[in-house]
């Protein structure tokens, strides 16, 4: 058990960690969809004697040897960051930024001839691909534990306490019993994430900033992708707790900090985003989708791929499920707001 067991080693309360803490993220998943279920499950995990990842040393990642990415992103060169997080980043001076993201290489984006953490917005025209944005910040994941992309002793990231935290304060924030106090909880979820990317001697003071807000976007290839002071594709949430605030202003305090520390989990960030609008993103400049994905709410999901399509077996009873086209248009059961 212990030698096939690539997560925790065999440790059984470890595992009822996890599988407590996913039922707190399903039950939150549906708040939007089913108010009350989401009420039910949420209070029922919080209660649950298994308790939750709380502390990073119960965070869940598989060891998988040879990170897939560590050859996509290294040996390929064609894998850049995305601008929008280097733009919270460097808006919020995130001490997390050096474990996230590679400086770019490409003196066209240096400050006084200092190197700059910039990436790249989606939906642009690339113009001739590498030769033009190959020197933008490609993607780096050095946490304290070891780097997950690592070609040797990488590892994919499933659940962290960062994420429970974050959670928990969502479900105060809802009212839901035994969540605790929504500001102890967000504080303690960008906690937990600046642990997991050894930058805990920073998070004091990270905490106490309201002032710093998503830095605007500049790309120096093409004038046309940047993203101006002002300009309503820029959030203006602050980091620091307010209580006076109001609490969808809130939400969007929790949940960018929690995509910021969901970071590599990619799917997971995606979900959350869609799920409550929030972080604010950059839109595409360049829709390909022929009308079909309006620009302004973005795809909603991945369509199926063509063997499935293909596929005689439960493909139409899939489609069904939907309640919509299978394209990327059609939003999932979840995505109610």
């Not at 108010?35 to 990073?56: C, H, R, V």
Request: contains cysteine.
């Amino acid at each position: 058990m212990k030698k096939s067991d690539l997560i925790y080693g065999g440790d059984i309360a470890k595992w009822a960690k996890l599988a407590n803490s996913l039922k707190l993220r399903f039950a939150l998943r549906m708040s939007y969809a089913d108010p009350a279920k989401s009420k039910q499950y949420a209070e029922e995990a919080l209660a649950s004697s298994a308790g939750l990842i709380s502390d990073n040393a119960d965070n869940a990642l598989i060891n998988v040897g040879q990170h897939e990415l560590s050859f996509i992103i290294y040996s390929w060169g064609d894998c850049s960051i995305g601008a929008p997080i280097m733009a919270y980043m460097n808006g919020f001076k995130d001490p997390r930024l050096p474990a996230y993201a590679n400086p770019a290489t490409d003196p066209a984006t240096y400050i006084n001839g200092k190197p700059q953490y910039i990436g790249i917005r989606q939906g642009i025209n690339l113009i001739n691909g590498q030769p033009t944005y190959g020197g933008y910040s490609q993607p780096a994941a050095r946490a304290a534990s070891g780097d997950y992309f690592s070609g040797v002793n990488g590892k994919f990231k499933l659940f962290t306490a960062a994420e429970t935290w974050f959670l928990k304060a969502e479900a105060a924030l809802r009212g839901y019993s035994g969540a605790g106090d929504i500001q102890a909880n967000y504080q303690a979820g960008v906690s937990q994430s600046f642990g997991e990317w050894g930058k805990s001697a920073d998070v004091a003071a990270y905490l106490t900033d309201g002032v710093s807000t998503e830095a605007p976007y500049i790309d120096p290839k093409n004038s046309d992708n940047n993203v101006l002071a002002g300009d309503s594709q820029l959030s203006t949430i602050t980091i620091a707790w307010n209580n006076g605030d109001s609490n969808e202003k809130k939400l969007e305090r929790i949940i960018t900090q929690k995509w910021l520390a969901l970071y590599p989990d990619g799917p997971e960030a995606w979900t959350e985003q869609r799920r409550t609008g929030y972080p604010v993103l950059f839109k595409v400049r360049k829709n390909d989708s022929g009308g079909l994905i309006n620009t302004d709410q973005m795809i909603r999901r991945v369509p199926f791929t063509n063997d499935t399509k293909n596929s005689t077996f439960n493909y139409a009873q899939a489609v069904q499920q939907l309640g919509g086209p299978d394209n990327g248009a059609t939003k999932l059961w979840w995505d109610k707001k």
